[in-house]
């Protein structure tokens, strides 16, 4: 079984592999303030809720935009695997052409969300994550990473609107029946859903004219499931893309040591 980690600032993704088919996946919450023991603790609780045998694991792969949690995570795979883990980063093979720049440069998230997309669907693409932050990664026919967007998150939009106003209250992130609504919470809601879908429809529209066709649009991330059914742009929710990709670049990895 191959584990794969995808480390993000809200959330930590976790998923086990046999072959090309994930056999389980789960998320835990990004924490600083947690150690190695407390994290290897949870993992391991996490595996055995699956029925994963740690010693059956031939290997795990780690993609991050946390840096602080990289070296913690790592031990703690080590720990429980007893084999280093692989970290996508300099020097790890990704196969990704990046237009007129260097994959270096890229979030690991952006890097191994597109390595997936151009694994598993049509060129050219945009590939929507969101997450804490939303991206839109642009795609090319030949495969080739042409840069992109990065907006808000959902929910970063929605810290930022009860903390800082003094009258709007927390509230759950239920779906509102509309758009127009009379309540202050719901008023919210159809701001959060029906904005940030606006707003994905709205960068689809202006990267498509920019790149002159009509791209396959994919989607990934925690909150998209919820989101996406709003936008009017045929749009692919593919949850398990990051975890996909992880995949893709270990195995890439493990024919070039081979």
């Known amino acids: 079984m191959l584990l794969a980690v995808d480390i993000g ?118 590939v929507i994550d969101m997450g804490t932050a939303t991206t839109l990664s642009v795609i090319d026919e030949k495969g080739a990473f042409r840069g992109g967007v990065i907006c808000p998150g959902v929910m970063m939009s929605y810290d930022a609107l009860s903390r800082r106003t003094a009258q709007l209250p927390r509230i759950s992130f239920d779906e509102p029946k509309q758009v127009i609504n009379l309540t202050t919470a719901e008023s919210m809601q159809a701001g959060l859903i029906y904005g ?24 990934t991330g925690g909150v998209s499931e919820g989101i996406i059914p709003k936008c009017h742009h045929e749009i692919v929710v593919d949850s398990d893309l990051l975890l996909d990709g992880l995949r893709i670049i270990y195995e890439k990895n493990k024919k070039t040591k081979r």
């Open 196 to 219: 940030s879908a606006a707003m994905i429809d709205g960068l689809v529209d202006r990267i498509s004219a920019e790149m002159g066709c009509s791209p396959t649009l994919v989607a």
């Open 9 to 126: 600032n809200t959330n930590i993704a976790l998923g086990g592999f046999q072959g090309e088919e994930i056999v389980f996946r789960t998320r835990l919450s990004t924490s600083l303030d947690k150690g190695e023991a407390e994290y290897a603790v949870l993992i391991k609780n996490l595996l055995d809720i699956y029925g994963v045998d740690t010693s059956k694991i031939e290997g795990s792969i780690i993609s991050s935009v946390v840096p602080p949690l990289n070296n913690v995570m790592k031990s703690v795979l080590k720990l429980l695997t007893g084999k280093m883990p692989l970290v996508v980063g300099p020097g790890v093979k990704t196969g990704l052409n990046v237009l007129g720049g260097d994959a270096k440069s890229l979030g690991a998230d952006l890097v191994v969300a597109a390595v997936a997309a151009i694994a598993k669907y049509p060129k050219p693409m945009i």
